[in-house]
Structures are given as C-alpha cells and as structure tokens.
C-alpha cells in the first residue's frame, strides 16, 4: 500500500461543514450525495464527505453560546470510538456507524468520506475505558496535556503501542464501514504551546501507520492550516491532502492571501502529495450557522478562485448546499477545461506575483497543453500581459519586478511566430501580438487561456 | 483591605515541596511547624506552606510513571472544591478542611499557607458540579481549552460572574479555614498557547477579587515563573509574590542565571509587592521524589544563595525537611545582620553585573545602614573591589564595564575618611583602603559587609 | 555629578523637527527662544533644542529623493566631530561651534539642546581622522558593522578606550559651548540586526561616563523608541529621559497607543528618570518637511494628550512654530493648574484601561491635592465614572474590567463625605455624588478633575 | 540562456577559503589547479573557485586585529569594480583583471570561479564613481543602510535601473574574464535588521539578470547560509546552489547538525538546484587563519560527509590545500562508486532519522543502480538495520520511530529474493538475511551499501 497511490490527482467532491456547520444529517447526505452523481460526477467530483461533530447527540442546540458544547453528548462505544449520533444518522443504530450511508455513496459510483479529530474522547478518558489491542484503559492512552484550543471533545494520544492500538482499533473500525477518506482536524496546526507550536506529528505518523494496516485505501487530508512549510517533507511522506491556510471563506482578503500561500507551496504539487486551499464557499452557505447566505464573493472572485485552484491544482472541496445549487454556479464548477488542468501530467508554476497582479501557468507535460492565467487582484480594473518567452523558461525566466524595460522581464524578440489563444471563461479565441498575451482584466478578476501550438 | 499591608516585608516560612513533593501529611506539616516555632520563629520565620497535591488520596503510589497521574483520585466537596484527602490530613475528615491544621500551626505563632492549581477541578467540570452563588454548573464555568501544561487536575475558570463565583466561594472556605497564604500555580507564566503564551491575568484578578471580599489578609502568590517583566505593573497591583525564576533547584547554573533575574526586577521590590527567587533548596531534599538526597549546593554557594535573596529581598522559603537541619544549615538560616536587609525600610540595587562578578549594595533608608556584596560567580578564587563613591550615587554611578582605569569606574580621589568593614558571615573586621573595599573571594562564593559610618 | 540632579522633574520645551525637519537655521532658533522667554517659561518651559542635521551643509536641498542625504555635505572639524553648518548658524563661524547661540539662549533664562546621531562620522572614519586623547585614528574608533537604518552620517563607536576618548573629545566640546541637554538619536532602540536587536547600550554608558566627566550638568535624552521594558533599569541608571514610542504625530492612532504604552511604564517616573512620550505635534507644523500645516488632532485630542503626558509626568517638548501659535494653543499650553501635576513630589498612576476608556490619577505626595483624569478613547461619546474608592488604595485597587456590579469595582459604600470636584480645562464646580465621579466625555476627550479635600 | 542548464550535476571542485583565508595568490591558485588536472578531474572535480578579498591589498596584514580590515586598501578601476590585486596577481596587471589566470584554467580543462561580496565598494561610494550605463554615481547607487555585518568592503545596491546597470557591469567584466562561477556573499541569509531579516532578494535577482544578459553561463552559488525555507522556490527560480548552512568547519557538531538541514532540503535537489551543505574540511586546513592544522574530523566523521554530501547531492567544494593531499585523503574524494550518486538522474532521500541514527537511499532512476546508507550519529558503536521493504516506498513508507515491532517498521514478510551487498568504503560484499540490511557501524561513521538486482 503506497498512500501516493489513493490520489493520484487531486481530490474532488462535497463537505457539509459550510452549509450544516456541526449539523448534517443523514438525508442531506444523501440529497447532496445524488445531485452529486446526477451533475458532477462526469466531471470528476466523486468525494461526499461529512465534517465535524456527528458523533454529537446535542450539537448546534445552544449555538448562540457554543459551536463546540463543553463537556456535550457524545454517542461513543465501549471501546471508547465516537460513533454517528443516531437521532441524525438513523442507519447507524445497533452499532452499524457509517456502513450503511457509505454504501449508499458507493451504489451512487461515489467515494465517502469522514471528519476526525485528532485523539480520544475526553469522555473515554475520564471513564477508563477499555481499548481494543491495548493493555491498558482510555485513561492512561490519553494524554491530558494534549488538547485542541477550539474543540473539547479530545485528547491527544500518547504515542506508544497502546496508542497506536487505539488508532489501529479506530481505522480498522473506518474500513469496515467503507471510509474512502479522513479529514483529520485539530492535527496540522495546532497553536497549542509556546516552546513547541505543533505536536501533531507523532499522532500524523500513526494516523499512517494505521491506514496502512487497515487494508483499505483510504485518503488521509490535514486540517487546519497554515500547515508548517519546513516540514514540507513530512507532509509528503505521511499525508494526501494538507491545509496551507486556516479556514477558507468568502472573504476576498483571504482570496487574494491565498495566492502567497499557493506561491510558497508550489513546488510540492505532486501525485498522492497536495497541499490544499480548503473548500470552495460558493453558491449557499452558513445555514447550521444561523441564518443561510449566498457566497459573497462576486462571479468574478469567483473565477478567480476556481482558476487559483485549478492552476495550483489544489483539492477541490463545494461547500455550498448542492440541492440548491444555480446554474451559473454550477457551470463554475463543470469548467472541462479548466478542471483538465487537475490532470496527473498537468504540473502549476507562478510566473510572477506583485501586490496588483499574479501571473501562473499549467502545463501538462505529456500532452504539452498550456494553460496560462492572467489574475488582477487590484482593485481596479486594469490590463495585463505575459510573453511568450515569459512562459517557457523550464522554471519561469524572471519575475517581472524588475523597474523598466531594460531591467525587467525580456522582451519578445523570438516571437516569430504567434500563437492562438482561447480563453476559458468567455470561450474567446484570439491570437498573441509581438509574443505577447495581453488582456483587459477587471478587479479581482482573470483572464485564463490555453495557448495554441 | 489594602493587599500592600498583607506583606510589609518579604515572607519568610517552610514550604513542603522540596523534600515531600505531591505527599506531605498532617503530622510531617505538625512537626516542621514545631521546629520552626522552636528555632527559626524568633528570626523572622513564619509561614508554614502545604504544597501541591494534597488534595490527591492517590498521589505518589506510581511516582515512576507519573508526578502528577492522570485523571486521578482527587478529594472534592459537594460544590467543586478540592478538600484535604483524609489519609493524609486525619484533621479534615467530615468535610472540615484545614481548620484544625491552620488552628495548630496560628497557635504556635505562626502562619499557615497551602499551595492551588489556577482553575476548577476536571472532575467537577465533567460531573456538572453546582457552584455556590452560581447560577450555572462547574461545566459552563469551566473553559476547556484552559488547562495546564504539566498538572492534569484542573481547567481554567472563565471570567465571568459565575467564575468570579467560583472563586468567591473558595475563598470564603480558605478564610474559614484559617489559611493566610496562597501559592497559586500555573498562573505567572502558563506557556500554554503559541499567540498568547499568558493567560492567567484574568483569573489573577479574580483571586484578587475574592480575597478582597473574604475579609482575610491572605497573601497572594503567583507561580511558576519566570514572570513576564512588561506586566510588572499588574503583578503588583493584584499580588503579594511572582516567582521570576522555574523551579529553582541546588545547581550551580539555576543560581548563577538568578543574578541576571535580580537584576531585571530589582526595581519592583517594595511593601506588598516581591519578586520571588523561589525556595532555599538547603539541607535534606527530595524524599519525596524518590530518594532523599543532602543540598548538592556547596556552602559557599549557599552563602552566595542567602545573600543575594536578602539583598534583593526575595521572600525566603525554606526546602529542607526542618527536623533534619544540621547545626550549620540552621547557621545559614539565622544569620541576623542578614536577615536584617529584609527590613522594610532596607532597599537593595545592583552596583554592577559582568559574566565573572556581581556587586550589589542594600541600604536601610532609614537607619542608613549599608551592606554590600561581592559575588564571585566565576570558577575560580579571585580578588574582587569596590570604591566607597560607587556606593554612593543615587543609583550607583556606573556599571564598571570600562576597560581600563579612564573609562571605567572612578577612583577613590574622595576618600578622605576610611571606613569600618564588617564580613557578617565571618564576622571579621577591617577597613577600607584608599576608599576601597577589596576582598579575596573564593568562587561561587560571597563576601558582603556592614560598611560603618 | 548625579545625573538624576539633573532633571528633577520632567523636561520642557521646544524642538525644532516638528516644524523644520532637517533645515532650521539660526535665526528662527533664536526667534522660537524670544517666544519662550517672553510667554513660556513662567509656565515652567525651558529648553531650546536643535534637532537632527544641524552639521548639514546641503540639507533639505533634495528632499523629494531624500530626507537624508547619502554621503551627504558634512561640516566637521580636524577631529572627527562635526560643527554646526556655518550657511545655517553664522555664528558658527571660525569654529565656534554653538557657543554663541547658547549664550543668548542662557541670558533670556532658558537652557540649550543639541540632537546628535550616535557615533563618529562616516567621513571621519573614511578619511582617517585623528581623535583628540585617541591613540588610533577614526578608522580603528568606527565601527563599520554598526550603522544606523535610516540615517547615513555615521558610525557607531567601539567600546575601547580609544572610543570613549572620542565621546570625551565630543562632550568636552559641547561643555564648552555650553550645551545643557542632548538628544542622542539611534541609540534607545536600534532595529539593526536579527539577533541582538539593540546595539547602543555601550554607547550609552561611554555618553554616560562623557558627561560626568565633563564637569557639566548635561541632560541626556535617548531616541528613538520605544525603549525597551526589560532594561528599564539600565534607562534609570545611565539616562534622564528615552523614548517610549517610535515618533509620534498627530494622528488619533498613536495618541491612542500611548495609553499603553504610558500603563507600561507608570512604574518608572521618578527623578532624573523619565520614560518619554515625544514631542507635542500642536499648532503648525511640517514646513520643512514640504508644506506647513495646522496639527491634525481636534481640540479635544489636544487636551487628552496634554492631559495624559502631565498626568503621567512625560517630558513636554512643543513641536509648533512658537511664533505662529494661536491663542487656543498657547492656552493649552499654559494649563497652571494642568502642569503641577509635573511637579517633584507629585506620582501618576493609572486606575483602569480598556478599549473604551482610561482612567489616571496624578498625586501630590508632599500637599496631597489629588488628580483624576476620565479619558472617553472610543469614538463616541460616553458617560464615564470612577468612585473615590478607587482612587483611594495605594495602588488602586482593581482595574474594573469585571463584568458586572458584583464582580467589578467596588460600590460607594464609604461615602459619608462627598468632595468637591474642579475640572482643570473649563473650570467648572462640581461635587461626587454617592462617593463618584461622573462626567459626560466626548469622543476622543476627557475631563480632569482636582478633587477637594 | 536557462540557468538550470548550467549546472546539471552538484559543482564539484576547490575553493582556497579553508586554507588561505583572505591571502590565497596567483601561484597558489595554479598549484592547485595543476593538482586537480592531474589528479582530480578524471572523477569529475573541476571549479577552481578563488574565494574572498582577492581585490585587497593589505588583506591578512593585521590577522590578529581583524579578518577584514576597515577601511581597508582595496583595488578597484575607475568605475567602481573591485580588481584582483595586481601584488597577489601579477597577471592582473593593467586592468586585465582574472583574464589571464581563467585562461590557464581554463588550458587545464578546469572551470573557473571568483567569490563576490553583495553591492558595491563603500570607496566608489563616497568617491561618487561614475558607473558604466548608468546616469547616476555610485554615491546614488549604494544604499547606505545595506551593509554587512561581518565585512565592511561594500553598501548594497539599491534595486532601480542604475542599480542593475551596475550588476551589468560587473557580470559583462567577469564574462570577458571568462569567469566560470561566482560565489556571492551576504546574499542568502543577511541577518540584518530585525524586521526583515533577509535583504538580499533584490540582489539575488539583479545578479540573475546580468547573468542572463551577460551571455556566459556563469554558475551562481549564494552564501552565506542557513538560506531560508520557505524561499526555497525562490532559490530555485534565479540561483543554482545556496548554503543551508552557515560557515561549515571541522567539528562533529557541525556535522550531526547537517543530517536535520539535509532532511530539511531534501525535496528541493534537482539540475540547476543544489543546496549546498558547504566545502569539505579536509587534509591540510587553516594556514591563513594563522596555523596550519590537520582536519579535526577522524577517518570516520570524514566517510559520513562524503557519504552524506553524496546521498543528498550537495555540491562538493575541497577546503584543502590539494598539493599536500596524503593518499588516505585523496581516495575518501575519489570513490568513484560513491561520486556517481551524483549522477543526473540520480534521488536521495531520507528513510528516516532519530537522535542515534539516520538512514538515507540514493536511486538511480534511470539504470535502477540502489544505494543506502546506515549512519550511526551517536557517541557508540552500534548495529544499525533496514529493511528492504523500508527502501521501496515511492517516497519511504516510514520513519521506523515506532516504540515497538509491531507498531514500527513493517517486517521482511516480502523477503523471498535476498539481495547482494557491496559495501563503497571497505569494498565488501554480502547479502541480506531475512530481507534486511544489518550493519555493525562504528560510532560517528557510516556504511553506505549498493543493493544488488
């Protein structure tokens, strides 16, 4: 079992925390999980992928007081493993867990997916339960010290043999349900500690060590970010999927952060290995939160957004309530040529980035399609332009900062011959100048083309 | 209730710590009480302090595993609040606490102290504890995310009115109790949390608060440290003592760095307010811990030890098990000219610092006595000197870094009238020459003298 | 010498950078101190300061490339000390230095101050100049690792015998001239270099010995800030006053800081030792640096900043034209009963800060007239108070940031006596009411009252 | 001109830092490449890299003051660029520069490289020398506030047209001198200013572009390190080797402390991109600091670095003096089985690495050859192992820091076809047993093992 092998390209499907926040049920699941199959499957998307807190019998009863209720009621076994609350998920009464909804994803063709928090119950711990393969009880494999600042419902685990066991006994329990894919919270940056930010390494390389014993494929994503660039390798060796930024939503100041976080990440975009933008808060939103709303980014954020991540080719995750999805989102979503830069042969490179504009490219190397996006993230309109020699340095020639023509990126001299050009968004062909690709790119918007031959 | 009147001059007593660790008992606190009462009382000591744990009837019985065992057997009463555990302290079966200890120790003239954890029991918080004049249980009062790093026993309280609660009926039963000191730990420096590495000044205040309400001087002390210099304003609003030092233990390093830490707080010692050095490890240690072991401090660095904690005005905590003091640990201890810089018109100041000497100077303002010493913190015997005018400046004049005889500390032009030198641990004496205090000091070692008039 | 002679209470004065930036000459030097003379310093103002660049023959000449020249036009003499620019100071002529402007700054009863940059010329050490009492030539004194960030003119000075000579050399000088006060720039806080950020204390103690040596009372000012917290004793020993901020303008933000920055160090005001708020940016402003304007703050942030530096005890240094100042500001300015607050026996001392507002007290210790300023820094008007409780402990009692009655300050109980209250800016009569104070505050403002016995 | 063609393997050759210092002369330079002709180049060394202060003429001259003189005497032409100097470099006479001495490398078959310190002299600064292609002097290309910490020859160059046109007229010099190799110092890791510690980008990019514009490919390596992770693309895009570390010496700690930055690094190795873990301190060393000594490493320590440098692909640079070579020091640097891990198509990679031990793999994507390497860091000798299985994951399965067999490393259950061992320094052969690779490994050395079909 080579974890590089569960995805080999970068993941794509649902989550249900942007819309339910902590509480998804099992219709909605399943809703979302067939207009899944019906719309987006034939364009990729296949994860379903239920967050946080289904373990919760109370969660989001007093959620003007507490998203994560301290010290709540937590369906758990005996074994000390959190289970699906039965009142939301009534197929897993009788101790049956998730089997049940995962072959139902599975009947659609689809992958199902679950979220995790780093540890064990808190409740198991205070309790002395009995863990599976262990010799000695929840109390002693917790580690006290080891909690996540924002949610109280674990501990950490102790990373010694009956640690191990307790994870064992967990992923173990996840493949007979049919798990295709984890998203472990509480894990890639924790923020607990002064002397020592991150202690979630011991328990990431457990985590690991479990899926490989479990015998089953199953996908293991890190939450929340901004994941730790020095460990990049790390990263690599342990994980699929890791988060570069804390929570993601429709904020343009963190739209236009993002493109800093996918500049310092961009050298580690390969097979089984995909540093992660977080989730796409598009369309519907926030209704377990409160009061449902619509994205508040603009069509054009929008596209930008879609391209940065497709470019990059960051894991794409819809948080918007697929049931009520419009038309013009979902064609932001079903962008064939677009998500064909997500391909196994496809690799994403910055060619410049200054405060006003960012410049990427996407490259399959096999096939040496060329995709190249024109981002202006100022706040006016404004035009931009790229050479064609600009784009076919092996790693990018120059950044483009330089203070004139002389000292700057080089000029088009080898442009004997022009290219084609078709933008992705507007379906618009037209053809390079002088070498050039130039575009009027209105604020926050991009302009994204494949270059002909 | 002024808590400045609490602690007119820096606390002197016995703490149980250092030899018992987590499980001193009434009849080993009875017995260091007697022997302070009979032996150290008439120079100035007072305080008889119960450290931490006492509250634990499983403490100590895997002490290979675990100094403090998670999840444990802890003593509570009915309302969250941790109780002597009754094997170790006969005195606090039925629910009488440390009364009948307290009422022991006042009735030998002395004063009696118990060590807490910042914070709400665990245990009450997962048992939904009702909370005397709270309207809520201990689980809502409790904050999850607010523990300490190496204690598992407790979360931390929120600051609101049912926190403020909490704490308001603590410390009516400690005032009931008798008890006239409190070390309060996890609360100067917590380390828990990389954004905001403190998070104890709102329950500090809140300790402050309800001390204020129980109507009983109790001196408030904070632990562990170091503290946090830039907050020095606040620990003197609201405490008596902060430890500006971890744990200090009989290692030559730990006391060598205290000189930097004196150094930093020598300007926020007065009536009310002290920075803390923390305990004398002197005589017998560390019983407790597994093996009792003899001060692994020579006399000469214990010499050094005393003098600089009574010239700075540390508060003095004794370690050792007081029935096995040797003739001259109990020498060290009662050294009246010393002690005398304790005073509360005494003012003690650095006169210069270097990596291989220290010089500091203590002055009674009012009587005008001086004392000054010369501290050898090299590794080898040397001849250490200071001139009568570096005495004298208001702040002392200069720090004697110069390098050479013109740009360093001035001479003794002034030096028309020589002065009387009095060595109060030899008490030899002798006289300056040339307006020069000169002295031949073995390393880690200390000579300070009565200057006269 | 005792340099905390030297300045009993906080400095006042006027200061050239506000107004003339690199450029002022002699003559509106001498017209700012005529001002002084004739409508200030019976109010308690004092001091005339020269600020940085005086040495500068070709100041200002380029001032939209640079505020300060690269290897600029330096007047220096043989010696390596630079001399004032004899185009800008006529009587600087033949090397006289500043002799004859700080004489007729001395007979209309005021004192003269000089900013200087640390260290020794880059010319001099460029050029190998020789150094009076210096065995070795500029070159060997310079230190060329030790730079200033923003200015280009010098370097710093070893700390060698060679290089206090050259301090020596420099001190003797401005003894001579008669220079009472120097403002020594790049040496409270430096910025240079990742590891040891701070670099100027050795120059500090060689311009601390300069000056005892120099047989002249000469106050030294250290900028720019903020000082450093943990060596706030360091300050004390060596300095009269160091900066506590970055340079401050008139913009509401920094005004506002300064609240926390002023808590901070409330605990280190005493004679001949004042933590330094910078220069008050009243009146007009600017005009050297391009276009003269009227200060940005409103008339109620005046009197909050007024009021917050009196209450305090920071130095006062007026940044405006004198000559141009309007009635209004020369009010604020001459605030008697305001200003005795700056007086040697009196001791500011905050109550409580929140976002929203701030409460100080100032205290005559000798006559016991007692101040209490409520400051409203929020941004719309409010009904502030503070019961006489408070103002009473010897610290103050509680910061107030409780969360309701209970919990917070302390009631009225104790108000068998109400007091009389005199409001220092509109003079109005008013009386407590249950033992409080309350007052009506715009935005932005505050009221300051004198409280009656 | 792609700059990732320059260097398609880690630069292999000498550098005259470790035994000259700042003192190394034209014979000395041609001794040694008469050496590496003879004797070296057949296994692919060939840069003779002159290192720091070849312009100086009175470099060395007071070696006991300072390593690089103030305000030194350094030649350089009229238009601000630095010159060997002509008493060293004879052949330089009459501005011919390095012309002379490249050529005779060149007629060896060698490569030849110079050292280079960031920015532009401090004397063609204040000397305002005009700059070829420039409109401004030097005075207004320097940036004064962008020193060195640790060299005071030159001012960075402020990042404008003039600036590059500086850059311009270097690197247009050093390729009419047929410069190979530049060496470029106080560019990787600055240390300067706190706020921003690094200032050298903008260098780092001008460099890159006088390079590309300058029509030679010159190999850029930057110095000094620990060069900056989260810059690593950055690295990637304009230079082909920076320093992970900061100066390396002959000291064990040094060498322990490579094995965490070659883990660090490991994923940023490919053509045009080599980290560089420093020159080798080995044979003859030190003649110039003062004393000539024999390396400090043992036999042992010298295998690991070869080793390590070779598994990680560093570029390889000898410190010694190459004419006193002796025979066991010459063949540690001329493994030829050892060296072809070097090869192109060559991957190291890290298995794993604990306190006591590390283990790495190199494979040869191409011919399929497999190395790895057993080094036991710790103080004792020690039996060190690694599976077969451990060896085969697309990027390692494990880092084996399981606390026990069963939650560790996977067993040898795969092991049916055991593989032939060959041993690189003791030439060796064995085979697996039980499909692992078991070595005795003394303490500080390394068994570094090609794994047969």
Known sequence: MDKNNFALTPPMGWNSYDY??????????????????????????????????WYSNDAGTIRDRFQYIPFGDVEMDAYGRLQPSPARFPSSADGKGFASLAEYVHNLGLKFGIHIMRGIPRKAAHENCPVIGAGETANRIADPSSIC???PDMYGVRDTKDGQAYYDSLLSMYADWGVDYIK??????????????????EETRMLHRAIEKCGRPIVLSLSPGPAHIDRAWEYCKYANMWRITDDFWDD???????????ELWQDHVRAGCFPDCDMLPVGKLGKGFGQEWETRFTKEEQRTMMTLWCMFRSPLMIGAELTLLDEWTLSLLTNRELLSCMGRTCHGMQIMR?????????????????????????????????????????????????????AGRSGAEGAESEKTLYELWTKEESRTVSGKIEAAVPAHGVKVYRVGQ
């Open 184 to 201: 472990c919270d509480d894990i890639c940056d924790s923020r607990l500690y002064r002397e020592e930010p991150f202690l979630g390494w």
């Open 20 to 53: 339910y926040d902590t509480t998804v049920n099992e219709a909605q699941v399943k809703a979302n999980a067939d207009f899944m199959a019906a719309h987006l499957k034939e364009f990729g998307w296949e994860y379903v992928v239920v967050d946080i807190e």
């Open 354 to 406: 200054s405060e006003e504009q960012v410049i990427w490219k996407n490259e399959d190397t096999e096939s040496g399609r060329l995709c190249v996006a024109l981002f202006n993230i100022s706040d006016t309109d404004a035009v931009l332009s790229v050479t064609l020699n600009e784009l076919t340095g092996a790693r990018g020639s120059d950044d483009g900062a330089g203070i004139d023509e002389n």
């Open 149 to 151: 600042i924002w949610n």
């Open 252 to 262: 343009w100041s963190l739209l236009k952060a993002m493109f800093a976080r996918c």
